[in-house]
């Protein structure tokens, strides 16, 4: 069976790919802070009869990260590496005049550093799949200047570049930078609590990358909305 790891599964489009993954027959290493929702969703994608673990814990702790990667490596392998979780640095989003500081260092933190960390961790696993992915989950606020959401796109923009890069140093491998666009998500909603227009649920979403993952393009940035339109 193929083999995945997710950061942050324990809710929004994290679980929803889980669940999709599960149900095709992918064995599951999901990842979340917190505990008791981790579970949750790992009960949740189990069901499907694949193998699923998931050790809570914080991706910008090196330690949790060499486990997540050392318990896929008990699994069999790694084939897809998926970095969704994700902070704001602020909630609710503020303008850069008002941006802490500290809340723009943790999303760097999170959002990039961690990322990279845990691609550097799982590159001698992913190496050897022949169908090794890692995929970043990116923003259109990392290509578009909206008020507010300088911060986190600013995270999401260096990502981007980070995804790019790796794709050309690794070429044996698919890196998509992929933009899920809007969706109704608690990192949305505290984002943007008072936002009165509905958002799409992340299950709608997924169809777009279980197109990637079934037609391998080329390495590179992929929005989402785009992909679930020529379906």
Do not use: C
Request: hydrophobic residues 50%.
């Amino acid at each position: 069976m193929p083999v995945a790891i997710i950061t942050g599964a324990s809710k929004g489009l994290g679980r929803a790919l889980a669940g999709a993954l599960a149900a095709r027959g992918w064995d599951l290493v999901l990842d979340a802070r917190g505990a008791g929702a981790l579970e949750e969703a790992a009960e949740s994608v189990a069901g499907y009869g694949t193998r699923v673990e998931a050790p809570a814990g914080d991706v910008t702790d090196a330690g949790h990260r060499a486990a997540l990667v050392a318990t896929a490596r008990r699994l069999g392998g790694l084939d897809l590496l998926v970095s969704n979780a994700s902070v704001l640095g602020a909630e609710p989003l503020v303008r850069l005049a008002e941006l802490p500081l500290e809340g723009l260092r943790r999303a760097l933190e999170v959002n990039v550093v961690a990322a990279l960390g845990l691609v550097r961790e799982a590159l001698p696993l992913l190496r050897e799949s022949p169908a090794g992915t890692v995929i970043t989950v990116s923003s259109d606020a990392a290509a578009e200047a909206y008020g507010t959401w300088g911060g986190y796109g600013a995270s999401k923009a260096a990502l981007d570049q980070l995804a790019a890069v790796l794709g050309v140093e690794e070429p044996g491998l698919r890196v998509w930078a992929v933009d899920p666009g809007d969706m109704a998500t608690g990192l949305y909603a505290a984002a943007v609590p008072d936002d009165p227009e509905p958002r799409p649920a992340p299950d709608a979403v997924v169809p777009a990358f279980l197109r990637l993952l079934d037609e391998r393009p080329a390495s590179g940035r992929y929005a989402a909305p785009a992909l679930l339109e020529e379906l």
